[in-house]
């Protein structure tokens, strides 16, 4: 595996948001392709595609943002690194029930969207483990350096964890008769960020003619549950953003309307990242 993420800074860091897409990697490795039962296409459709060019505005703004080149159908970023899956790893004893593992969705992933396998059998301990020294903890050193860096220059660190969900993701979870949600944002009810934040970020979603609901059906996973310590003023918000708003998700290309939600979002995106400057008075120094 090469190059496993990037970091894209401003000229000048201003701000204590920091943006990070961990499901947006697209970067296939001809070994991998070839170790897959999937097609190429079919392979994709776990990506949070074109999220990191939809908030790709975060750095014309002030923030930095940290995107993952490997894709989660190799490697699940926003998982535990030892939540892995007797059903696709050898040598895995029973775990105790964990719904991620159980659904075929842990760090190692045995399913893409659909219930569609990765893999026609398991892999070694060794290989999985391999994927996690060389994949899993470089992105996680270079998540916690750029926290850390921000908290210690502000006083404060938000992370906005960002990803993409299905269309169809939301069905079953509006109240009847109302529309659903166009964003679904997650602070773990509260655990994960403070209450200030949240409502900033969710007004900056609003503002923009976007329906937004909280923490139903997606409340946060792994990275909003290790870095979201909002009495240490270290906050996460983790955003879900309808594809159907951006992308065709049958062909998992851009459509006719890419370039005007990325406008519509780069005004979001400065709305969020003033929230990282208004109860900072060394910001601006």
């Known amino acids: 595996m090469s190059q496993v993420y990037q ?27 070839a170790q897959t039962i999937l097609s190429r296409d079919a392979i994709r459709s776990s990506e949070d595609a074109f999220v990191d060019q939809v908030f790709g505005a975060a750095v014309q703004h002030g923030a930095p943002l940290l995107v ?36 075929g969705l842990g760090v190692i ?8 396998l990765i893999y026609r059998g398991k892999m070694a301990l060794a290989e999985a483990e391999a994927r996690i020294a060389q994949v899993w903890h470089p992105y996680h050193r270079a998540l916690r350096q ?19 969900m299905p269309h169809e993701a939301i069905d079953g979870h509006g109240r009847p008769g109302q529309p659903k949600p166009d964003v679904v944002l997650g602070d773990r009810f509260g655990a994960a960020a403070g209450r200030h934040v949240m409502d900033g970020v969710e007004a900056a979603f609003q503002r923009a ?10 409340a946060g ?13 270290r906050h996460v918000i983790q955003v879900e953003i309808d594809r159907g708003l ?12 890419f370039d005007d939600f990325k406008a519509l979002m780069a005004g979001v995106i400065g709305e969020i990242v003033g929230i990282g400057r208004a109860s900072l008075p060394l910001a601006a120094e």
């Open 146 to 164: 750029l926290l850390d860096e921000t908290h210690a220059q502000f006083g404060e660190a938000v992370l906005i964890d960002c990803h993409s």
């Open 68 to 103: 993952a080149d490997v894709p989660r159908a190799y490697l699940d970023l926003n998982r535990a690194p030892d939540e892995f899956d007797p059903a696709v790893i050898e040598g895995i004893a029973r775990v105790p029930h964990n719904p991620r593992i159980s659904s």
């Open 209 to 218: 003619g976007l329906r937004v609901a909280r923490n139903t059906p997606f």
């Open 109 to 116: 992933p045995r399913v893409v969207s659909g219930g569609r």
């Open 246 to 257: 951006y992308m065709d998700e049958a062909t998992i290309s851009p459509h006719s309307g």
């Open 221 to 233: 996973a792994f990275i909003a549950q290790s870095y979201g310590r909002p009495s240490a003023r």
């Open 7 to 33: 970091i894209h800074r401003p000229e000048r860091q201003d701000t204590a948001v920091v943006f990070a897409s961990p499901h947006s990697g697209r970067a296939y490795s001809v070994a991998f392709l």
